[in-house]
């Protein structure tokens, strides 16, 4: 699929930003994710591999509870099904 493309405002800048939506592939890539021994006294690998952990566990749980979302056609397709009608 195709990533969003959109600017995101950095320090009062724009920067441009591409978006994907994940998927089993991905998590099994975040899983493995590990640092070198140089750097796993430093705070900030530890904490992001920490991140990236608990990050992967999250989305397995509603991946498996049909709660994620992997397509935006798809999901704007749910949206318009299920959003209330307005009778005037």
Known sequence: MKPLAFEADVDGQPKPVQMRFGNETDLAELRRWRSPARLRTNPH???ALEYARLASKRWAYYHRNGETMDHCRRELAR???????IHG
């Open 45 to 47: 690998v530890s904490d």
């Open 79 to 85: 949206i318009h099904q299920h959003r209330p009608r």
